[in-house]
């Protein structure tokens, strides 16, 4: 199940993220991330925020 509460042309900045509940701060998914995961859940607003933003949270092939 995928779910993004909120959303709309003015709260498109996502704020964080949960994979099965718990809190994610990397900007993707791996293909087992999205094999075993059951639920992907975005909280989003109007300003952009600071999820995702540390260099460990980019793909691998961008570092």
Do not use: H, K
């Amino acid at each position: 199940m995928f779910s993004c509460r909120c959303a709309s042309d003015t709260d498109r900045y996502i704020q964080s993220a949960r994979l099965d509940g718990a809190e994610q701060f990397r900007t993707y998914l791996t293909t087992e991330d999205i094999r075993s995961a059951r639920s992907l859940s975005f909280e989003v607003g109007s300003e952009p925020s600071a999820w995702g933003t540390a260099p460990a949270d980019a793909p691998p092939a961008l570092r």
